[in-house]
């Protein structure tokens, strides 16, 4: 007989329904949701939401080739202490996840963590160096429906569009970085007055614009579905806004870090806020976080991108992009208060399953006969970030010292425990 587990005394939040409740779990479903039920094991919910756990449509777990940095196990805990049951990978790997090989390693190490679904993204072009289209068809049969060449936008227009003519007819989903290259050489913060004053090279904001504009304009034409990665600025979000007003099939995404963090933090010269792209000003935030509220920004995801101290101790200039984002995301989203509750549970998990095409295991209403992908965790808990205690092999994080609020308490992956009590299980 199988054992079954009760998380006991949660408000469920569903897309359509609040209520406290206690949700039994046997083998890996949700088998009954109601008053007083009892189970051989039993964790504790009372204060907490319960929701379906998180999907993080951007994480970078560096395996294959980077494993200094983070394996996809330690990036799977992570994970899992973040409230996440699914991560879509990014592939800008070494060797880069432009062939089926790759993929299956990397899938399979993702089931031997066993800590979260690892969902492994597609390169767009070869070698992600923008020349020559990805075998899209052979990795699109092997199960990939997400492409990109995150790090790296498609420069080339034409190309870009014949990769999005092919993405329609295999009924996958092209992911794009912004960033014109030959707008953003040498640059390492927005370009403002203050990076004037601080003697940096200006990152222009229209070096993500003039890709949004064009992407926009080939999804027009072609009518592929397509996902814009980690928006940063106003222009960004008005430029989407009125592209789904035209019934364009487009989504988009921000950051933790571009949600609460901005481009003056750049005087300390610390590279731990450098990022790409780079943190822009007040006004870019407050209308990034106007999207989320209206609907033109779809999901928050972490572009969680670890990097060895060495590399980030070194000069501004040459110290590489990126932050640590999985295990803070939750509680920088909710000090932010730019949303409420049910909002933060739709751009974490709700829209992202179905963005990256997972919604059948994640992201699904807490009801019998789902699978138990569930978080459970804590709104109001204040905590600050130990360095030492992070799951990732990385410690580049810029919330150290920080207060944020909220923090996940359990983690339910195919109905086993990952985290109980803000502690991963193994």
């Known amino acids: 007989m199988s054992k079954s587990l009760v998380i006991k005394g949660g408000t469920i939040i569903n897309r359509k329904s609040q209520e ?17 039920l009892k189970g051989d094991t039993q964790l504790d919910a009372s204060g907490c939401i319960v929701s379906s756990g998180f999907v993080d449509l951007h994480a970078h777990l560096r395996e294959p080739g980077k494993e200094e940095a983070e394996t996809i196990e330690t990036g799977s805990r992570a994970g899992a202490l973040g409230g996440y049951t699914a991560l879509v990978v990014m592939p800008n790997t070494d060797p880069p996840q432009d062939s089926v090989a790759v993929i299956d390693f990397v899938r399979e190490q993702g089931k031997r963590a066993g800590l979260v679904d690892v969902v492994p993204s597609g390169c ?5 160096q923008g ?10 049969h092997a199960g990939v429906t997400f492409f990109t060449d995150d790090g790296n936008g498609v420069q080339d227009a034409a190309l870009m569009r014949r ?7 295999l009924g996958v989903t092209l992911a794009q970085h912004c960033e014109v290259a030959e707008l953003t050489k040498g640059a390492v913060m927005n370009e403002c007055s203050c990076c004037t004053d ?12 003039l890709m949004v504009f064009r992407d926009i304009e080939l999804v027009r034409i072609t009518g592929a579905s397509m ?15 009125a592209a789904k007003r035209d019934g364009l099939p487009i989504t988009a995404e921000v950051t933790p870090h571009h949600l609460s963090l901005t481009q003056e933090l750049l005087a300390s010269y610390n590279p731990v806020f450098k990022v790409n792209p780079p943190l822009r000003s007040i006004e870019d935030i407050q209308a990034l976080k106007a999207g989320l509220l209206d ?15 060495r590399d980030k101790e070194m000069s501004l200039d ?26 933060v549970v739709a751009l974490m998990s709700w829209n992202p399953a179905k963005i990256a095409r997972v919604d059948a295991e994640h992201g699904r209403d807490v009801v019998a006969g789902v699978n138990a992908n569930l978080c459970v965790f804590d709104p109001q808990l204040t905590w600050s970030v130990d360095p030492e205690r992070l799951a990732s092999k990385s410690i580049n994080t810029p919330y150290i010292g920080r207060t944020l609020r909220g923090r996940v308490r359990h983690t339910i992956f195919k109905g086993t425990p990952t985290v109980i009590d803000g502690q991963a299980q193994k």
Request: charged share 25%.
């Open 20 to 36: 406290v409740a206690d949700v039994k779990i046997e083998n890996d479903s949700v088998v009954e949701v109601g008053k007083n």
């Open 163 to 169: 990769a999005l003519e092919y993405a329609r007819g």
């Open 198 to 209: 601080l003697g940096l090279p200006g990152w222009p904001s229209i070096a993500e614009e």
């Open 131 to 140: 020349e020559s289209l990805a075998p899209m068809a052979e990795l699109a």
């Open 295 to 309: 609907g033109t920004i779809d999901a928050i995801a972490t572009d969680h991108a670890p990097h060895p101290r």
């Open 124 to 128: 767009i072009t070869l070698g992600r």
């Open 227 to 241: 996902h814009f990665l980690h928006l940063s600025t106003k222009r960004s979000v008005e430029l989407v806004r």
């Open 318 to 343: 040459l110290a590489p992009p990126g932050m640590l984002g999985l295990e803070t995301a939750l509680g920088v989203v909710l000090a932010e208060g730019a949303c409420e509750i049910r909002d």
